[in-house]
């Protein structure tokens, strides 16, 4: 069984930075997508990045250039750099594992990043 576990989350203010975490346990392929996720209140999840085990990487618009994602393989841990933050990044950040044999997707439980205006 899978688990990912975050971390860092809290409140920052807006221009701020904040570094959150996700370290998976278990049982995992050697090749598996990390990314995360955000919802804010009122708004369906939104894929925000990810990462392959490669080290290839794909950003959402709205983050491009401000947020930074990586992957320590040999703690099997994902980090999201958050940089310039906005209020409206606001949002529960979810982990998100995607194994590749088998294939399944595992998420985390969220961690709460607040942006103050």
């Known amino acids: 069984q899978v688990q990912l576990v975050e971390s860092g989350g809290g409140l920052v203010q807006a221009g701020g930075s904040r570094r959150l975490s996700c370290a998976a346990s278990?049982?995992?392929?050697?090749?598996?997508?990390m990314g995360w996720y955000r919802q804010a209140p009122g708004k369906q999840r939104e894929w925000v990045t990810h990462?392959?085990?490669?080290?290839?990487?794909n950003y959402a618009d709205s983050v491009k250039d401000r947020f930074t994602i990586s992957r320590d393989n040999a703690k099997r841990t994902v980090y999201l750099q958050m940089n310039s933050l906005k209020p409206e990044d606001t949002a529960v950040y979810y982990c998100?594992?995607?194994?590749?044999?088998?294939?399944?997707?595992?998420w985390g439980q969220g961690t709460q990043v607040t942006v103050s205006s």
């Open positions: 278990g049982s995992i392929s050697s090749h598996s997508v």
């Open positions: 990462i392959t085990t490669g080290g290839t990487t």
């Open positions: 998100r594992l995607e194994a590749a044999s088998p294939y399944f997707i595992y």
